[in-house]
């Protein structure tokens, strides 16, 4: 399986972007998928992540309330809708699926999309 992230760019505090990570083939449809994001010199964080089918969405608590993960199972691709930014967004963000059970955890993902990078301005 093979992902790749879009949709970052550079927004100004308060704005909104929608990342995308369309998959290379469907079988990614029934694997939880996550986004996460690794600012500069900082660890890769979780940001939100959603079983196969929609029925359990997590978020972390930075960016509860203004991002929404969603997906199209018959696109195979996931979303991230990022609303009310703020500078401390700024990062590269990585959409993840996992084989196995569903995970908040970076080390249990088994594909990676490449990154896309948001950069939110003050």
């Known amino acids: 399986v093979q992902l790749q992230a879009s949709g970052g760019g550079l927004v100004q505090a308060g704005g909104s972007l929608r990342l995308s990570c369309p998959a290379s083939?469907?079988?990614?449809?029934?694997?939880?998928m996550a986004w996460f994001r690794q600012a500069p010199g900082n660890e890769r964080e979780f940001v939100s992540s959603?079983?196969?089918?929609?029925?359990?969405?997590n978020y972390a608590d930075s960016v509860k309330g203004r991002f929404t993960i969603s997906r199209d199972n018959t696109k195979s691709t996931l979303y991230l809708q990022m609303n009310s930014l703020k500078p401390e967004d700024t990062a590269v963000y990585y959409c993840?699926?996992?084989?196995?059970?569903?995970?908040?955890?970076?080390?249990?993902?088994?594909?990676w999309g490449q990154g896309t990078l948001v950069t939110v301005s003050s």
């Open positions: 083939d469907r079988t990614s449809s029934v694997f939880p």
């Open positions: 993840a699926a996992v084989r196995g059970t569903y995970s908040y955890i970076s080390g249990r993902y088994d594909y």
């Open positions: 959603i079983t196969w089918s929609g029925s359990r969405i």
